[in-house]
């Protein structure tokens, strides 16, 4: 459904092209946040879209790692959670 890399690539400000899943899209936006895809065609097009926007690929990086530390995923948040 989904692993910790799905908050490891956009906690690190990175654009994140994954399988789309209940999951992954009620954590992020899509289009936003995530870049999701359902069958090989999508994929192909979404990393496409990706390898060739720059602004696309931004807007996602920025939207993932935002939602990351809002939502505490990042690593800081993980790390005081630990510690309480």
């Known amino acids: 459904e989904y692993t910790r890399r799905c908050f490891e690539i956009p906690a690190i400000g ?6 789309r899943t209940r999951e992954l899209a009620e954590l992020f936006v899509e289009g936003e946040e995530v870049a999701l895809y359902e069958g090989t065609d999508e994929l192909v097009a979404k990393a496409r879209a990706l390898s060739t926007d720059d602004a696309l690929r931004a807007r996602i990086a920025q939207g993932g790692a935002t939602r990351c530390r809002r939502d505490g995923h990042d690593v800081i948040s993980r790390a005081a959670r630990w510690l309480e």
């Open 14 to 19: 990175t654009a994140m092209l994954a399988p």
